[in-house]
């Protein structure tokens, strides 16, 4: 039986490793095994060369000094890192400004910031029946800042509507209040066009197998200020990253990160001109196909500016998104439910939005990557309709 596996169609939650980053990462399992803190033989300096070198690469494609860059597990990790971090060295009591659209490795360290004497404020977005829906206005933040806010994190772009902040703006708000912004770019990085210079952002979060790279692997960025940023480690030990995150360093891991920004960075217009397209013949089908019984969550489609070129979340009129996606084993999609847990919430994101739980369950996300084909695009949307199609026609019998 020959069974051609599913069209992936869910790259916020994780991107194939490009072969050419895995190409580049061979030698490192290989005859390049030394640890890159034993720098008293060859192995270990050919290691040590070889990660101060993705290093400055990592930094010059996002425009940065090479030594903000501190490599993590990850991007939750780097969350952790730099909220914890940032405000268990601050210490003091303190406000926080954050978004209620979040991901979960921001909004849960913020949660034991506030058990631990802190006060938040988590800003609504936009609403769903607005053009801007999932936008955090810069008038918003300002009006949730108080005299004594610190710390802010609000997140370049969202995993699940795909929408993208104003954050230059916001960074320019924080900049004059003296509060430090911390922004989760996990989305952005390789899919939109940064300069992190001229970002604003005082530290930023980031993860390799969002951007074609292997999994294990991230970043904070923390940005050269005067007076310097300060942060407690999260994890002690070796003193390795410059005594901010102790342990052995992912060498490969690193290596792989370094050529996966690289490739998404230098040719980083024409692949999201190329994601845009596919995405957006995808919504037209699906539009044609299934007309009222669809709905867009997020930015409004004369807005596209606002949101990823790779992300498309829709709202069904009269089914659940998980029963949708159990009759399709062909596509792999993610529904508007975590499924982290035993019993599956709705979405935080999509009710910030002010949509309901029965409509934020009645909600699929698709988000398109480097390695899907124009010729995928017409199979998925037919398997969408068909089964929409299905699915209501037998709730229509059954009653
Ligand atoms: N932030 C965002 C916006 C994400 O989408 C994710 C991954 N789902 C993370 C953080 C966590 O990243 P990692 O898997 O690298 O820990």
Request: a neutral charge; one cysteine or more.
């Amino acid at each position: 039986m020959n069974v051609s596996p599913p069209i992936y169609l869910d790259n916020h939650a994780t991107t194939r490793c490009d072969p050419r980053v895995v190409e580049a990462m061979l030698p490192f399992f290989g005859e390049t095994y030394g640890n890159a803190a034993s720098t008293t033989h060859a192995y270990g300096t050919l290691a040590r060369r070889a990660v101060e070198d993705a290093r400055e690469r990592i930094a010059a494609c996002l425009t940065l000094p090479a030594q903000s860059v501190y490599f993590t597990s990850g991007a939750t990790e780097s969350n952790n890192l730099a909220i914890q971090g940032y405000l268990r060295r601050w210490n003091r009591p303190g406000h926080i400004v954050a978004t209620a659209i979040e991901h979960s490795s921001v909004l849960e360290p913020i949660e034991v910031m506030r058990s631990l004497g802190y006060d938040v404020t988590l800003l609504s977005p936009e609403q769903h029946d607005s053009p801007l829906a999932g936008r955090i206005s810069p008038e918003a933040f300002l009006a949730a800042v108080r005299p004594d806010t610190v710390f802010a994190s609000v997140g370049l772009a969202n995993n699940e509507i795909g929408v993208i902040q104003p954050l230059r703006q916001i960074a320019e708000i924080c900049r004059a209040k003296g509060i430090v912004l911390h922004t989760d770019a996990t989305q952005a990085v390789g899919k939109i066009p940064l300069d992190f210079s001229e970002l604003g952002a005082d530290l930023i979060s980031f993860s390799a197998h969002k951007l074609y790279g292997p999994k294990g692997i991230g970043a904070l960025v923390v940005a050269k200020r005067t007076p310097p940023l300060r942060l407690t480690p999260m994890i002690f030990g070796g003193g390795h990253e410059r005594g901010l995150r102790s342990g052995t360093l992912n060498v490969p891991g690193i290596v792989g990160f370094a050529a996966a920004v690289e490739l998404c960075c230098h040719n980083l217009q024409a692949e999201s001109d190329r994601i845009a397209l596919m995405r957006d013949r995808l919504f037209d089908l699906l539009k044609s196909g299934l007309g009222e019984e669809i709905a867009l969550n997020g930015p409004s489609w004369e807005r596209p500016g606002l949101r990823l070129p790779g992300n498309l979340n829709i709202r069904f009129r009269r089914l659940d998104g998980e029963t949708l996606l159990l009759h399709l084993p062909q596509l792999a999609m993610s529904s508007g439910s975590a499924c982290s847990s035993a019993t599956a919430k709705p979405s935080h994101v999509l009710l910030a939005l002010g949509l309901s739980e029965p409509e934020a369950r009645a909600s699929i996300r698709i988000g398109l990557g480097r390695f899907n084909t124009e010729q995928e695009i017409p199979i998925a949307a037919a398997a969408i309709i068909n089964a929409t199609h299905k699915l209501v026609q037998s709730n229509a019998i059954l009653g």
